[in-house]
């Protein structure tokens, strides 16, 4: 079995036995194996989404095993009307805030402040990720997780609003806010636009 | 608003798309827009290979966070699962603040414990130790555990060991498999900061030490 399955959509009505669906219909019914192999394809995506959030691993980690134990639980609630990729990151994003909120954190409080001037643009392309990462931290944590989700997992603008609970129009509100916000912070990006 | 240049009506609609276009969740439709749009427009051309830029970046793999195993976490979601049924509500995170977390705590220094083992750091220092026992002192009868001890993953057996040596502890038994070392008077030594009180006092401020506990105290 590959370790990452793309699922499938939700118009498919008998998900191949690989897929995230058929894996929650097992774990629906208390299959511990089908959720060890859920969490084994998901871990590093969601290590990745959450490490915008926060590099402290031992947090990572509690909110990882947070989203799986909702899983567990609810896997029988799941009824496929969207992803099962969608669910989950849902699920592990009102884990995330949830943590956040109980534990009084700021997120990302560990990146880059607001005071340091970005360069126009990279001095090359080994500075390239440095100076993205730096616009990304000046942005909002919701307008990043909304980029997040689009871009580093393709998910689309009506799964955005499910998985963060939020309105199409917020959804569409947070992207362009983050994309004018970027613009301004880092005129070159892409390579091909002028300074405004 | 001050990168949009003023155009036809459709030229914001284009603008917005783009990052469904470029994200491939764009329907259909949508991509037909864009697509007959880019060809006239240099804004909405520069827009799309800026937000292809940025879509590369976030789609590539960050460095990976420090210590975040799949193995180990996968093993503490296991043992998360045999908790009693009322253990597991729907807030894991609120529950573990009220209590749990020190089990947490435990479980996680357990595992990285288990791992130290595995890289020979522990392994060699155990080996020392049963060493020292058989050679100085055949089958002694083990003194009575007064301390539970949980180090945090990143101190090292060389650490603790300091630690315990100047506290006039030494380890008894453990670690069990959630971590936990059973500790008690070295040598049977009563003297200076060998009651139990100042020691774990000392343990409890000594950076690196996750948890210290008399014994007979639930962790």
């Given amino acids: ?196 | 608003m001050n990168r949009l240049p003023p155009g036809a009506a459709s030229h914001q609609q284009v603008w917005e798309l783009l990052a469904w276009y470029v994200n491939g969740t764009a329907t259909p439709e949508q991509r037909r827009i864009v697509d007959r749009h880019l060809p006239h427009c240099d804004a909405c051309r520069a827009e799309c290979a800026a937000q292809r830029q940025l879509a590369d970046h976030l789609r590539r793999d960050r460095a990976p966070v420090a210590g975040s195993d799949p193995a180990a976490g996968l093993a503490r979601l296991m043992a998360d699962l045999d908790r009693p049924a009322g253990d597991t509500a729907d807030a894991p995170a609120a529950r573990r603040r009220h209590g749990i977390d020190r089990r947490w705590r435990l479980a996680v220094a357990g595992l990285a414990a288990l791992v130290l083992f595995e890289t020979g750091t522990l392994t060699t220092w155990h080996a020392r130790r049963a060493d020292y026992q058989t050679l100085s002192a055949p089958a002694p009868a083990a003194p009575r555990a007064t301390i539970r001890l949980v180090p945090a993953p990143a101190m090292s057996a060389g650490e603790l060991q300091d630690v315990l040596h100047r506290l006039g502890l030494q380890v008894v038994a453990g670690p069990t498999e959630a971590g936990v070392y059973s500790l008690a008077p070295a040598g049977g030594r009563h003297g200076k900061g060998s009651d139990s009180a100042s020691q774990l006092a000392a343990l409890r401020a000594t950076p690196g030490i996750l948890f210290a506990e008399p014994v007979g105290t639930d962790p």
């Fill in chain 1, 1 to 196: 079995m590959p370790l990452f399955t793309r699922s499938t959509p939700p118009q498919s009505t008998i998900p191949p036995d690989d897929s995230e669906e058929a894996l929650l219909a097992r774990i629906a019914g208390a299959d511990r194996g089908a959720l060890a192999t859920l969490y084994q394809a998901r871990h590093r995506r969601l290590v990745r989404f959450l490490s915008r959030h926060t590099r402290r691993q031992h947090v990572i980690d509690e909110v990882i095993n947070d989203t799986f134990l909702v899983v567990w639980q609810k896997a029988g609630e799941f009824r496929g009307q969207s992803r099962a990729s969608t669910w989950i990151m849902g699920i592990a994003y009102r884990c995330m805030l949830k943590h956040l909120r109980d534990h009084k954190e700021m997120p990302c409080a560990d990146q880059a402040p607001e005071e340091i001037v970005l360069s126009d643009s990279p001095a090359d392309l080994v500075e390239l990720h440095d100076w993205l990462d730096k616009g990304l931290a000046r942005l909002s944590p919701e307008q990043r997780d909304t980029l997040e989700l689009a871009y580093g997992f393709g998910h689309s603008l009506e799964e955005i609003a499910e998985i963060t609970g939020t309105a199409v129009n917020t959804v569409k509100s947070r992207m362009f806010q983050a994309r004018i916000k970027l613009a301004n912070l880092l005129p070159n990006l892409g390579g091909e636009r002028k300074t405004p």
